[in-house]
């Protein structure tokens, strides 16, 4: 007689030749576990949201149906223990730190521990799957499903797919994305466009199967997001062996924090520079160890200081632009070349304008020419325009501005990304519920940095300062606004702006 661990006070029979002398009777009669054994992942759903899951012992012999939850929930329930952690205990509350990552898969294999005849055991680790661990931390560039000619981010082949033992080929993210069965559980890190085929910027190397020992350290979740330090690639020796027996050390050498998405943080020692992207590729920066600093933008780059903004160039200072436009709010405006000549040149009229006097003085001569008339004091000369000002509406402390977008201190009101609902942890009440928050609803009687300009202390309420859709088209409508097509025409706008409307 054989007994089936049910995770509770309770046994159940089932036909077995003899009892395995690894379980030990509890205070109750009841059979538990005790030692270290090899387990298969079950089930992860945990009902109380403190990690628990539940896992099948290799060679044992009993095979329950996993058909349902409450069959899979009367395997053995095992906890899983963390590198790193522990809680600060208060007189009013308890400070928990420590490390979060996600479960072993249904199908992996762990390694527990039931200690003391507990009959709760403990996760100590996972067990990698044999020559599919390729995409950790990173999915790597190679060929394509085995294509010759088609590199990119790869994962690793299915074991259920037909294959010779000689023969397994890789699979790219939209083989297992068009998969029916895994498609909502995978996201892949596509490149960007234009990192396609960039081996520094774009396409990694990053893997355990790179090299043995590997040099690589990281993370990566399921969904895509990963984190990676890689100490770079060594040559082949007797100390380091590489599938290229011909492999140069030193490449991919580099720290790289990417998303799902695609936005990367990347800082590459081998190449010497350092890379951030988006995820969509229409905005990212470089700077490289010659000194260079590189911005591109697709749409705007606005920029704003609440004292001086200064820029120094030891060589040319060059703009170039459809349009200029430049105003001085308050003080004088000076420009002077030191040592060389003021050119300045329109292809149509040139209008000076002064509100009071007019001075032109010359240490030597003046020469003024014209294949026309001079007139002075004759007819009416036409006044000069002034930059357009534009009416900030979503701004809380600079309302107008020749610019058509100036960032304020936080909470700014122009961000376009809309507020999202904030998902609740599980209550700690005896029923485990919790409601989300949707966050357009919500007004706070005190910010959390309440000491900026533009927010209102404890004691008073400040609504979300992002504005309703009519001032977003109303301001975007506006002729006078000197903003890019794209803007003017509301294509990088959400389609609605929240405003926080709560209880008073």
């Known amino acids: 007689m054989a007994y089936k661990h049910t995770g509770y006070d309770t046994s159940q029979t089932v036909n077995s030749a003899e009892t395995n002398n690894s379980f030990a009777h509890g205070s109750r009669g009841v059979q538990r576990r005790e030692g270290i054994y090899i387990c298969k992942v079950v089930d992860l759903v945990d009902d109380r949201y403190e990690g628990y899951m539940y896992v099948q012992v290799i060679g044992e012999y009993y095979q329950g ?3 349902t939850q409450a069959s899979r929930h009367e395997y053995h329930r095992v906890r ?20 979060s990552g996600h479960p072993p898969a249904p199908g992996s294999e762990v390694v527990c521990v039931f200690p003391n005849n507990s009959a709760v055991g403990i996760v100590l680790g996972v067990l990698p799957d044999i020559t599919r661990n390729s995409s950790v931390p990173t999915n790597p560039g190679t060929f394509i499903d085995s ?12 074991v259920k797919k037909d294959g010779s033992m000689n023969k397994r080929p890789r699979g790219a993210g939209e083989t297992v994305k068009s998969s029916e069965e895994f498609s909502e559980h995978y996201r892949d890190t596509e490149n960007h466009p234009g990192l396609g085929i960039d081996s ?18 990281g993370f990566n979740t399921p969904g895509g997001h990963h984190f990676v330090m890689d100490d770079g690639t060594l040559p082949n020796s007797d100390y380091s062996l590489a ?28 190449a010497g520079f350092i890379y951030i992207i988006s995820q969509t590729g229409k905005s990212w920066i470089q700077m490289s160890q010659d000194g260079k600093i590189d911005i591109y933008a697709e749409d705007d ?20 632009a459809d349009a200029i436009n430049i105003k001085a709010r308050k003080g004088d405006m000076a420009i002077e070349t030191a040592q060389g000549e003021f050119n300045l040149h329109s292809n149509k009229d040139i209008k000076l304008t002064t509100d009071l006097n007019g001075h032109i003085k010359a240490v030597g001569n003046i020469r003024i020419s014209t294949d026309g008339l001079i007139d002075l004091n004759g007819p009416q000369a036409t006044e000069a325009t002034k930059p357009t000002p534009n009416n900030l509406e979503i701004n809380t402390s600079i309302k107008e501005s020749i610019t058509g977008r100036v960032p304020e201190a936080e909470p700014w009101g122009g961000h376009a990304e809309e507020q999202e609902m904030l998902p609740q942890p599980a209550s700690p009440n005896a029923d485990l519920t919790a409601k989300d928050i949707d966050m357009s609803k919500i007004k706070n009687n005190q910010q959390p940095n309440s000491s900026k300009g533009n927010v209102q ?10 504005n309703s859709q009519e001032k977003v088209d109303n301001f975007n409508e506006n002729p006078n606004n000197n903003l890019s097509d794209g803007r003017v025409a509301g294509n990088n706008l959400p389609p609605q702006f929240n405003e926080r409307a709560g209880p008073t």
Do not use: W
């Open 65 to 67: 149906d996993k058909s």
């Open 80 to 99: 899983r223990a963390s590198p790193y952690g522990g809680a600060y205990q208060y007189a009013n509350a308890t400070n928990s730190y420590g490390m």
């Open 147 to 158: 294509e010759s000619d088609v590199v990119g981010p790869t994962v690793d082949p299915s």
């Open 200 to 217: 520094l910027r774009g396409l990694s190397s990053s893997s355990q199967r790179r090299e043995s020992p590997t040099n690589v350290f």
């Open 243 to 270: 599938p290229d027996k011909s492999r140069k050390g030193g490449l991919s050498n580099l720290m790289r924090l990417g998303s799902a998405g695609g936005a990367q943080i990347l800082f590459h020692d081998g």
């Open 301 to 320: 780059v606005s920029m704003r200081t609440s004292n001086d903004f200064n820029l120094y160039c030891g060589g040319d200072f060059n703009l170039d």
């Open 457 to 466: 202390g404890k004691g008073s309420q400040r609504h979300n300062p992002r």
